[in-house]
Protein backbone atom coordinates (compact mmCIF):
# COMPACT_ATOMS: atom_id res chain seq x y z
CA UNK A 1 0.00 0.00 0.00
CA UNK A 2 1.03 3.92 -0.76
CA UNK A 3 0.43 6.42 1.29
CA UNK A 4 -0.34 10.09 0.09
CA UNK A 5 -0.11 12.97 1.40
CA UNK A 6 -1.08 16.83 -0.59
CA UNK A 7 -0.17 20.26 0.70
CA UNK A 8 0.08 23.78 -0.55
CA UNK A 9 -3.41 24.32 -1.88
CA UNK A 10 -4.99 27.64 -1.11
CA UNK A 11 -6.30 30.81 -2.68
CA UNK A 12 -4.69 32.63 -5.35
CA UNK A 13 -5.59 35.85 -7.61
CA UNK A 14 -6.13 35.27 -11.82
CA UNK A 15 -2.41 35.05 -13.32
CA UNK A 16 -0.64 33.89 -9.84
CA UNK A 17 1.32 31.31 -8.69
CA UNK A 18 1.11 27.98 -6.86
CA UNK A 19 3.08 24.59 -5.38
CA UNK A 20 1.23 21.60 -4.63
CA UNK A 21 3.89 19.09 -2.55
CA UNK A 22 3.08 15.30 -2.42
CA UNK A 23 4.28 12.80 0.01
CA UNK A 24 4.58 8.96 -0.53
CA UNK A 25 4.84 6.63 2.08
CA UNK A 26 4.51 3.45 2.41
CA UNK A 27 5.62 0.75 -0.30
CA UNK A 28 7.19 3.45 -2.70
CA UNK A 29 9.14 0.84 -4.35
CA UNK A 30 6.08 -0.01 -6.36
CA UNK A 31 5.59 3.64 -8.06
CA UNK A 32 5.90 3.27 -11.62
CA UNK A 33 4.02 6.90 -11.81
CA UNK A 34 3.11 9.28 -9.54
CA UNK A 35 1.32 12.68 -10.48
CA UNK A 36 -1.42 15.38 -10.11
CA UNK A 37 -5.60 14.73 -11.45
CA UNK A 38 -8.21 17.55 -10.42
CA UNK A 39 -11.71 17.46 -10.27
CA UNK A 40 -13.91 20.82 -10.25
CA UNK A 41 -17.56 21.30 -8.81
CA UNK A 42 -19.90 19.40 -11.23
CA UNK A 43 -17.06 18.20 -13.76
CA UNK A 44 -15.53 14.62 -13.66
CA UNK A 45 -11.86 14.33 -12.35
CA UNK A 46 -9.16 14.87 -15.40
CA UNK A 47 -5.77 14.80 -15.39
CA UNK A 48 -3.36 17.44 -15.11
CA UNK A 49 0.46 15.63 -14.68
CA UNK A 50 2.44 12.85 -13.96
CA UNK A 51 6.27 11.86 -13.75
CA UNK A 52 6.85 8.03 -14.96
CA UNK A 53 10.40 6.38 -13.85
CA UNK A 54 12.30 3.45 -15.72
CA UNK A 55 14.23 1.19 -13.94
CA UNK A 56 17.03 2.85 -14.05
CA UNK A 57 15.78 6.08 -11.88
CA UNK A 58 15.21 8.53 -15.05
CA UNK A 59 11.70 10.15 -15.32
CA UNK A 60 9.43 11.57 -17.87
CA UNK A 61 6.93 14.45 -17.55
CA UNK A 62 3.51 14.20 -18.99
CA UNK A 63 0.89 17.01 -19.22
CA UNK A 64 -2.41 17.48 -19.83
CA UNK A 65 -2.90 19.65 -22.80
CA UNK A 66 -5.05 22.38 -20.59
CA UNK A 67 -1.75 22.68 -18.57
CA UNK A 68 1.09 22.40 -20.91
CA UNK A 69 3.64 25.29 -20.68
CA UNK A 70 2.21 26.75 -17.11
CA UNK A 71 2.29 23.67 -15.13
CA UNK A 72 5.56 21.68 -14.08
CA UNK A 73 5.80 18.65 -12.31
CA UNK A 74 9.15 17.70 -10.82
CA UNK A 75 11.51 15.49 -8.29
CA UNK A 76 14.71 15.82 -6.51
CA UNK A 77 14.51 11.99 -6.49
CA UNK A 78 12.54 9.16 -7.73
CA UNK A 79 9.55 8.66 -5.90
CA UNK A 80 10.20 11.60 -3.59
CA UNK A 81 8.08 14.45 -3.17
CA UNK A 82 6.85 15.43 -6.14
CA UNK A 83 5.99 18.99 -6.83
CA UNK A 84 3.42 20.72 -9.08
CA UNK A 85 4.64 24.32 -9.72
CA UNK A 86 1.54 26.11 -10.94
CA UNK A 87 2.08 29.56 -12.92
CA UNK A 88 -0.49 31.55 -14.88
CA UNK A 89 -3.12 30.33 -12.95
CA UNK A 90 -7.11 31.43 -14.47
CA UNK A 91 -10.07 30.71 -12.81
CA UNK A 92 -10.76 27.53 -14.54
CA UNK A 93 -8.17 26.19 -12.54
CA UNK A 94 -9.87 26.10 -9.71
CA UNK A 95 -10.55 22.72 -8.22
CA UNK A 96 -9.54 19.95 -5.72
CA UNK A 97 -5.84 18.40 -6.44
CA UNK A 98 -5.19 14.82 -6.03
CA UNK A 99 -1.97 13.41 -5.84
CA UNK A 100 -2.15 10.23 -7.31
CA UNK A 101 0.40 6.99 -7.94
CA UNK A 102 0.22 4.05 -10.64
CA UNK A 103 2.02 1.09 -9.18
CA UNK A 104 1.37 -0.68 -13.00
CA UNK A 105 2.04 0.34 -16.26
CA UNK A 106 -1.12 2.18 -17.54
CA UNK A 107 -1.82 5.16 -19.96
CA UNK A 108 -1.31 7.90 -17.01
CA UNK A 109 -3.50 10.60 -18.53
CA UNK A 110 -6.81 7.93 -17.40
CA UNK A 111 -8.01 9.35 -14.33
CA UNK A 112 -9.59 5.97 -13.57
CA UNK A 113 -6.05 3.62 -13.74
CA UNK A 114 -4.99 5.01 -10.80
CA UNK A 115 -4.25 2.96 -7.78
CA UNK A 116 -4.00 5.00 -4.92
CA UNK A 117 -5.47 8.68 -4.00
CA UNK A 118 -4.43 11.32 -1.51
CA UNK A 119 -7.11 13.34 0.44
CA UNK A 120 -6.87 16.07 -2.00
CA UNK A 121 -5.79 20.16 -1.71
CA UNK A 122 -8.44 22.74 -3.14
CA UNK A 123 -6.92 25.16 -5.35
CA UNK A 124 -9.03 28.74 -6.16
CA UNK A 125 -8.08 30.97 -8.39
CA UNK A 126 -10.22 33.95 -7.94
CA UNK A 127 -9.76 37.76 -7.34
Known amino acids: QVQLIESGGGLVQPGGSLRLSCAAS????????MGWLRQAPGKEREFVAT???????????YYGDHVQGRFTISSNNPRKPVYLQMSSLNPEDTAVYYC?????????????????WGQGTQVTVSS
Open 51 to 61: LTWDSGGDSTP
Open 26 to 33: GRTESIYA
Open 100 to 116: AVLTHFALVISPTVYDA
